[in-house]
């Protein structure tokens, strides 16, 4: 077992302000300049939704800043929560050439420069189609999935409505991941440009519940799209899950989201100062919930995970990150049962090695550590309350939906679609912009060939 000290990574200032502060004009242009513009840009093939970078860094480079943050549109919706959120060192700036030697270029700070600058000076303005004739489509879930459909669809005409559970569109963006990786005020400029392109949104309104698919077909929609996401946590089948303290990381994170927005007391925040707080699971969401419970003033913050550091899901820079701000790991550990009467005391860790066939195992070595909160980061499932309410649409055991490939994304139900973590493993924001604008395609050819169907009397 290997518990991390801090790292020599710069320690910021653990306040819910954004982190990262962007470029300058002149920092952006300067940094612009050193794109190559390879004839084969790799860049463009590391990118999930293959927006064209070589482009709009050459725009940029030029001073154009409105062409840039056009050529952007033409790929992305969401430009300035890409250039904040996306794994940028995984996907686009892992293909850099000038990674060869060390210097390759920050696109998603470009990306955020450009869409940041265009907002803030009003450059570009999104207009709706005059006439919104191409077919009327609902979406539900206004998460990165459904914002990409109903941004896609909106600019090739469609009527379209988000529905969403929520008192404001956002999803994960607005309620998951906190402000100082993604201030609110940027996804909320992002969903203003939507509004403005023509997209309708119905918030506080529960699909399956409020109104089902087969209503909203009565209503004259010609296609549904799901982009409700997993908004099920998974639980741990261990002793003591139920006592009070042991919290999912979904529901941390949206209570402080709501909390630094003004909309609950912070009273309702389930870390308070001085707490000691354990973090179970080892991905993005987690290093989101123990960088938070550290601005909370949690007294120390462990992060266990049952493999070692390289095995971690989580984005390198996060990991690095939150260590640095002083959170903690353990590795190779794994929670054998959370000890207390009422409420949480403490948690029992069991060691975990590799044995001669490269298999996981408890070697039964145990340690009691005091805790105070335990905040659960293992996964999420997707919720059947849509499913249910609505005949002939199938999912797999996992409760995951079933889509097929022509039209992209349609379910077994016919006019009804589906995408983003509701169909996959959960992934990130651009992953499900990426399978989200696939199905946009795939609506747009299904929408068509009813209306052809329709006007020819069949």
């Not at 004839?39 to 463009?44: I, L, N």
């Not at 309410?389 to 939906?401: K, Q, R, T």
């Given at each position: 077992?290997?518990?991390?000290?801090?790292?020599?990574?710069?320690?910021?200032?653990?306040?819910?302000?954004?982190?990262?502060?962007?470029?300058?004009?002149?920092?952006?242009?300067?940094?612009?300049?050193?794109?190559?513009?390879?004839?084969?840009?790799?860049?463009?093939?590391?990118?999930?939704?293959?927006?064209?970078?070589?482009?709009?860094?050459?725009?940029?480079?030029?001073?154009?800043?409105?062409?840039?943050?056009?050529?952007?549109?033409?790929?992305?919706?969401?430009?300035?929560?890409?250039?904040?959120?996306?794994?940028?060192?995984?996907?686009?700036?892992?293909?850099?050439?000038?990674?060869?030697?060390?210097?390759?270029?920050?696109?998603?700070?470009?990306?955020?420069?450009?869409?940041?600058?265009?907002?803030?000076?009003?450059?570009?303005?999104?207009?709706?189609?005059?006439?919104?004739?191409?077919?009327?489509?609902?979406?539900?879930?206004?998460?990165?999935?459904?914002?990409?459909?109903?941004?896609d669809l909106a600019k090739?005409?469609?009527?379209?409505?988000?529905?969403?559970?929520?008192?404001?569109?956002?999803?994960?963006?607005?309620?998951?991941?906190?402000?100082?990786?993604?201030?609110?005020?940027?996804?909320?400029?992002?969903?203003?440009?939507?509004?403005?392109?023509?997209?309708?949104?119905?918030?506080?309104?529960?699909?399956?519940?409020?109104?089902?698919?087969?209503?909203?077909?009565?209503?004259?929609?010609?296609?549904?799209?799901?982009?409700?996401?997993?908004?099920?946590?998974?639980?741990?089948?261990?002793?003591?899950?139920?006592?009070?303290?042991?919290?999912?990381?979904?529901?941390f994170l949206r209570i402080?989201?709501?909390?630094?927005?003004?909309?609950?007391?912070?009273?309702?925040?389930?870390?308070?100062?001085?707490?000691?707080?354990?973090?179970?699971?080892?991905?993005?969401?987690?290093?989101?919930?123990?960088?938070?419970?550290?601005?909370?003033?949690?007294?120390?913050?462990?992060?266990?995970?049952?493999?070692?550091?390289?095995?971690?899901?989580?984005?390198?820079?996060?990991?690095?990150?939150?260590?640095?701000?002083?959170?903690?790991?353990?590795?190779?550990?794994?929670?054998?049962?959370?000890?207390?009467?009422?409420?949480?005391?403490?948690?029992?860790?069991?060691?975990?090695?590799?044995?001669?066939?490269?298999?996981?195992?408890?070697?039964?070595?145990?340690?009691?550590?005091?805790?105070?909160?335990?905040?659960?980061?293992?996964?999420?499932?997707?919720?059947?309350?849509?499913?249910?309410?609505?005949?002939?649409?199938?999912?797999?055991?996992?409760?995951?939906?079933?889509?097929?490939?022509?039209?992209?994304?349609?379910?077994?139900?016919?006019?009804?679609?589906?995408?983003?973590?509701?169909?996959?493993?959960?992934?990130?924001v651009v992953l499900a912009?990426?399978?989200?604008?696939?199905?946009?395609?795939?609506?747009?050819?299904?929408?068509?060939?009813?209306?052809?169907?329709?006007?020819?009397?069949?």
């Amino acid at each position: 077992m290997i518990i991390d000290k801090k790292s020599d990574f710069d320690v910021v200032d653990l306040s819910f302000e954004e982190i990262d502060k962007g470029f300058t004009p002149r920092q952006a242009i300067a940094e612009a300049k050193r794109c190559l513009g390879c004839a084969k840009p790799h860049c463009r093939a590391g990118c999930p939704i293959e927006n064209e970078i070589p482009q709009f860094i050459k725009a940029l480079a030029n001073g154009n800043i409105g062409e840039a943050s056009a050529i952007i549109a033409r790929r992305s919706n969401l430009p300035a929560v890409c250039g904040r959120v996306c794994p940028h060192e995984q996907q686009c700036e892992s293909h850099c050439i000038l990674n060869k030697k060390g210097e390759g270029i920050k696109i998603g700070k470009l990306e955020r420069f450009i869409a940041d600058f265009d907002a803030e000076m009003e450059i570009t303005q999104p207009e709706a189609c005059p006439v919104q004739n191409k077919g009327k489509v609902a979406v539900i879930g206004a998460g990165p999935a459904g914002l990409t459909v109903a941004g896609d669809l909106a600019k090739q005409c469609f009527d379209v409505t988000v529905f969403d559970a929520q008192e404001e569109p956002g999803g994960v963006l607005i309620y998951g991941i906190p402000d100082f990786r993604l201030n609110k005020e940027v996804v909320r400029r992002e969903i203003r440009k939507m509004e403005r392109l023509g997209v309708t949104f119905r918030n506080k309104v529960l699909v399956g519940q409020d109104i089902t698919i087969d209503q909203l077909f009565q209503e004259g929609y010609d296609a549904i799209f799901i982009g409700t996401g997993t908004a099920l946590p998974k639980r741990l089948d261990i002793p003591g899950n139920d006592l009070a303290g042991v919290v999912q990381a979904s529901y941390f994170l949206r209570i402080v989201a709501l909390a630094n927005s003004g909309k609950i007391s912070p009273r309702e925040i389930p870390v308070s100062i001085g707490d000691k707080v354990f973090i179970i699971g080892a991905g993005n969401v987690a290093m989101d919930a123990a960088r938070t419970a550290l601005r909370l003033g949690a007294s120390g913050v462990t992060v266990v995970h049952r493999r070692g550091e390289s095995e971690i899901t989580a984005l390198r820079s996060e990991f690095e990150h939150a260590r640095a701000e002083g959170v903690t790991f353990r590795w190779m550990s794994s929670p054998a049962r959370f000890l207390g009467d009422e409420k949480v005391t403490a948690i029992e860790l069991e060691s975990m090695a590799i044995d001669e066939s490269n298999q996981l195992v408890a070697t039964g070595e145990k340690q009691t550590l005091p805790a105070d909160k335990i905040i659960l980061a293992i996964g999420q499932r997707p919720a059947a309350r849509i499913i249910s309410s609505a005949g002939g649409i199938e999912v797999d055991p996992n409760g995951y939906v079933i889509t097929r490939e022509r039209p992209y994304g349609m379910t077994t139900r016919r006019g009804v679609f589906a995408g983003g973590d509701v169909v996959h493993e959960p992934a990130t924001v651009v992953l499900a912009m990426k399978e989200a604008k696939k199905v946009a395609a795939g609506i747009a050819m299904y929408v068509e060939a009813k209306k052809l169907i329709e006007e020819c009397g069949v």
